[in-house]
């Protein structure tokens, strides 16, 4: 029998996650990766709070209806969401970033994709590469 080929494991941070889901971007394209099962984007408690509460945003002008549809539909089902084993702190400019981290090595995750320079800037942690969003897209499109 043949080797079982594993998905990979990747943390999307907020913007993100955001962007792929509300704007018919690049960044867009991310959506389909995790819909045809390519990638398992792995989501925190600490993520995903942020992750609804970023949802409320005024300037985003989302429904409750529209943001239950997102997070029941959109991403829940494709997600595997994690209980973070692994903190750490302290390792990011931004100590808020840090979750990102502590979420993909308690996950096993592969990558953290993120559209922020100072947390790609580490370019990677432990056995967590951080990549750009267009990085992720290169590597499966």
């Known amino acids: ?13 907020t913007n993100v996650l955001v962007s792929a889901l509300l704007f018919k971007k690049e960044t867009s394209k991310i959506v389909a990766l ?5 990638i398992v984007p792995v989501l ?3 993520i995903f709070d942020e992750f609804k509460r970023v ?9 409750k209806n529209e943001i239950s549809h997102l997070i029941l539909e959109e991403v829940l089902p494709f997600f595997e969401v994690i209980e973070v084993k692994t903190s750490i702190k302290g390792i990011c400019k ?12 308690s996950a096993k995750a592969r990558f953290v994709v993120s559209g922020d ?3 790609w800037s580490l370019k990677s942690f ?5 990549i ?8 499966f499109l």
Not at 1 to 13: H, R, T, Y
Not at 34 to 38: C, D, L
């Open 55 to 63: 949802l409320e945003y005024p300037k985003f002008a989302l429904t």
């Open 132 to 139: 750009r969003p267009s990085d992720l897209l290169d590597i």
């Open 94 to 105: 931004d100590l808020d970033d840090d979750k990102f981290i502590s979420c993909a090595l």
């Open 1 to 13: 029998m043949g080797k079982k080929k594993s998905k990979i494991k990747v943390v999307l941070d």
């Open 117 to 119: 320079k100072d947390l």
């Open 126 to 130: 432990k056995s967590v590469r951080i």
């Open 44 to 46: 925190s408690k600490e």
């Open 34 to 38: 995790w819909k045809s099962g390519k």
